[in-house]
């Protein structure tokens, strides 16, 4: 993981340039020394131990100077410590140092720090909720995620990640609902246009397999409210209308049959499939008497099993 830069890391050379250091074996010095030297050898968590010392000792001893480029570091240098610590995957001490960067930023810096830290937080929350996740423990991943969510709404990875654990407990309202959060961004710049894309896919799939599962189970209700979501998020689902269009003749919901065929019959990639789908819309028409409309669709029987069947129903309505 990439640490951040830190301008001017010379503490020692700054404090000495203050007059701080100036007498030889001078504590703050000595701590200045020991930041330089941890720092240089990436031992972040030990470099800002360093400057929490010359913080004590400048308070100590009044020194306005040496405790404000001791403060002014400490941000930057607990990322810097946090990200390694996450790197070693250890989120509990990556959150901690994190926690610190932008604590010690919101109270002495200008806030850009802490912003950095808050984008840290969220993925380590990220990476900790996908260990979760792997290990199947997807309530705790859901509760990873969603602390992280609060350090950075707009972290889409963490939007995606618990929508597949709402996903594997079977919670297809939540799933939807966290999918749903990406495509409802406002994205005046079109920074979400991928994201967005990847969402509306992974959700055209979920949906999908529910609504095969609610024909299974003869649940038209549950059919209608996915094509519903389709509508909803301008999904690429034509099979959840074939579905609905199905299910709804079986239960004799005509009303339905006839509002859904039209985007049935247009999902269809082969003559055949489409014919089908009209013969159950002419079907439709013809249950509730509307003659003229059943031959209509009757007529767009051309392929198929159900060809023959159509062109005498035709007859017979004409009679």
């Given at each position: 993981?990439?640490?951040?830069?830190?301008?001017a890391l010379?503490?020692?050379?700054?404090l000495m340039a203050g007059g701080v250091c100036a007498q030889e074996g001078n504590t703050i010095q000595a701590a200045g020394a020991k930041f330089e030297k941890f720092n240089a050898e990436k031992k972040y968590g030990d470099a800002y131990a360093a400057l929490v010392e010359i913080e004590t000792l400048a308070t100590e001893t009044d020194d306005a100077g040496a405790l404000a480029q001791a403060r002014s570091l400490m941000p930057v240098v607990a990322i810097n410590a946090g990200v390694a610590a996450a790197g070693a995957k250890d989120y509990t001490m990556a959150k901690d140092y994190l926690g610190k960067a932008i604590e010690t930023d919101m109270t002495y810096g200008d806030g850009r720090a802490a912003n950095k830290a808050k984008d840290w937080m969220s993925k380590v929350y990220l990476y900790e909720?996908?260990?979760?996740?792997?290990?199947k423990n997807f309530t705790e991943a859901i509760a990873a995620f969603e602390k992280g969510k609060e350090y950075d709404p707009r972290n889409t990875d963490l939007s995606v990640n618990m929508a597949k654990c709402y996903g594997e407990m079977g919670n297809m309202d939540k799933a939807i609902e966290a999918y749903e959060?990406?495509?409802?961004?406002?994205?005046?710049?079109?920074?979400?246009?991928?994201p967005k894309a990847d969402a509306r896919k992974d959700l055209g799939t979920y949906i999908t397999f529910a609504a095969s599962e609610s024909a299974k189970n003869k649940d038209l209700e549950a059919l209608e409210k996915?094509?519903?979501?389709?509508?909803?998020?301008?999904?690429?689902?034509?099979?959840?209308?074939?579905?609905?269009?199905?299910?709804a003749n079986?239960?004799?919901?005509?009303?339905?049959?006839?509002?859904?065929?039209?985007?049935?019959?247009?999902?269809?990639?082969?003559?055949a499939a489409r014919s089908n789908i009209y013969m159950l819309l002419g079907s439709a028409y013809d249950n509730k008497n509307n003659v003229e409309?059943?031959?209509?669709?009757?007529?767009?029987?051309?392929?198929?099993?159900?060809a023959a069947a159509a062109k005498?129903?035709?007859?017979?309505?004409?009679?």
């Amino acid at each position: 993981m990439k640490r951040v830069k830190i301008a001017a890391l010379a503490l020692c050379g700054m404090l000495m340039a203050g007059g701080v250091c100036a007498q030889e074996g001078n504590t703050i010095q000595a701590a200045g020394a020991k930041f330089e030297k941890f720092n240089a050898e990436k031992k972040y968590g030990d470099a800002y131990a360093a400057l929490v010392e010359i913080e004590t000792l400048a308070t100590e001893t009044d020194d306005a100077g040496a405790l404000a480029q001791a403060r002014s570091l400490m941000p930057v240098v607990a990322i810097n410590a946090g990200v390694a610590a996450a790197g070693a995957k250890d989120y509990t001490m990556a959150k901690d140092y994190l926690g610190k960067a932008i604590e010690t930023d919101m109270t002495y810096g200008d806030g850009r720090a802490a912003n950095k830290a808050k984008d840290w937080m969220s993925k380590v929350y990220l990476y900790e909720g996908i260990g979760y996740f792997n290990d199947k423990n997807f309530t705790e991943a859901i509760a990873a995620f969603e602390k992280g969510k609060e350090y950075d709404p707009r972290n889409t990875d963490l939007s995606v990640n618990m929508a597949k654990c709402y996903g594997e407990m079977g919670n297809m309202d939540k799933a939807i609902e966290a999918y749903e959060s990406i495509l409802n961004i406002d994205d005046p710049h079109g920074r979400f246009v991928k994201p967005k894309a990847d969402a509306r896919k992974d959700l055209g799939t979920y949906i999908t397999f529910a609504a095969s599962e609610s024909a299974k189970n003869k649940d038209l209700e549950a059919l209608e409210k996915y094509a519903g979501i389709s509508e909803r998020d301008s999904l690429d689902t034509p099979e959840i209308y074939t579905l609905l269009v199905q299910a709804a003749n079986n239960a004799r919901n005509y009303d339905t049959v006839i509002g859904y065929s039209a985007k049935a019959a247009a999902a269809q990639s082969d003559a055949a499939a489409r014919s089908n789908i009209y013969m159950l819309l002419g079907s439709a028409y013809d249950n509730k008497n509307n003659v003229e409309k059943a031959i209509e669709a009757y007529r767009k029987v051309v392929a198929g099993t159900n060809a023959a069947a159509a062109k005498k129903r035709i007859e017979e309505l004409s009679k």
